[in-house]
Structures are given as C-alpha cells and as structure tokens.
C-alpha cells in the first residue's frame, strides 16, 4: 500500500511536471491549450484505466546510507532499546520515535521529552531506519 501510495504521488508529480512551464512569465498571459489538453488527457488516461498508468511509474529501490549514518543509527538503537527496555521494540517503532511520528504506544506528548532519540534521524530515509533498527534489535535479543 505505501508502495502504491508513492507510486501515485510519483505519478502526480512527473504528470504536473511535464505540463508546466519554466517560469510563470511564460504562461501568465495566455492559456496554453497544448499543455492543458495534455494534462486533460493524462488524467482521464488515469482515472479511466483505474491507475493503470502507474505502472509506468518506476521508484527508486535502494536508497545509499553513508557509513557513518549507519553507525549513528545502530549505536542509537542500542542505546534506546537498552535504555527504554521495558518497551516492545520493533523496527517501525524504533523508526517511528527517530522521525517523531507518535502512535499509541509511543504518543508524542510522551515521546518528545526524550529530546535524545525523538527526531534523531531525520536525515535518514524511514525504511532504511527500519531495516537497521530491526537488525539491531535482533543482535541484541
């Protein structure tokens, strides 16, 4: 589902992409009927094929993490499951307290006073926290 859902967004962003113009100079005084007709087309291609075209669409796979990130990200996870221990650590939950993302077990109001681990990595994608994290929670089991 979250593959589709980027797929789509992806999708949106490559269509409005294609239409548009440079700079608004370019197209605030007229109306460009070849771009207009083209996103007309594009949009009914898609809603007419129930998202068919998104299979056009390609995602990029694997998302590089520079070593020292890495590192980072493990030596946190450590830190975290050893800290909070009492907790029922998984990946998506290790990932979500490291982007800020709240959930029932983890609520924000909680969660955002432990200023060491919430938002700790934003700067690495949230899959690649999750594999790490899940790994790390494995070695240390």
Known sequence: ???DQLRQ?????QTLRAVS??????CSD?????????LR???????????G???????EEKVYIRPEHETGVRSSVRAL?????????????VARVFHGIGSPNFPVETWCRVRRFWRSHLNVEFNIVVNLATQ??????
């Open 81 to 93: 499951i050893s800290t909070h221990s009492d907790m029922p650590w998984t990946g998506r939950a």
């Open 21 to 26: 113009h440079n700079s608004i100079l370019l």
């Open 53 to 59: 075209s998104l299979s056009r669409v390609v995602l």
């Open 9 to 13: 967004l992806q999708y949106t962003y």
């Open 41 to 51: 087309n594009e949009l009914e291609e898609y809603f007419s094929e129930g998202g």
């Open 1 to 3: 589902q979250e593959k």
């Open 30 to 38: 007229t109306v460009d009927m070849e771009r207009c007709n083209r």
């Open 136 to 141: 790390e929670i494995i070695r240390c089991r």
